[in-house]
């Protein structure tokens, strides 16, 4: 009889460990700090002329080119370089 409450209360306490371990392991999955920073990285690639484009980071595509790092008056983070383009939308 005390063989059986062992084994139950084993069985109880590896249903409460995995219960536990589901319900908590999404608060420490690691979250997309890309997407909540506006910018994502770009894989370094060979353009159609043959060109090598190094990696870099590029802000998020949206309607407007007035947030482009390359518009005036913004300032990439990353490099410190000032925006040399007009905004056209």
Do not use: C
Not at 25 to 38: T, W
Request: proline share 7%; net charge positive.
């Amino acid at each position: 009889m005390q063989t059986k409450f062992k084994i139950l209360t084993a069985i109880n306490s590896l249903i409460l460990s995995l219960t536990i371990g589901l319900i908590s392991s999404p608060v420490f999955a690691k979250k997309n700090v890309d997407s909540l920073s506006g910018s994502h990285a770009v894989k370094g690639h060979f353009k159609k002329d043959g060109k090598y484009v190094q990696p870099h980071r590029a802000t998020n595509p949206n309607q407007t080119q007035r947030d482009n790092w390359s518009s005036k008056p913004n300032v990439n983070p990353y490099t410190g370089k000032p925006g040399t383009k007009e905004a056209e939308k």
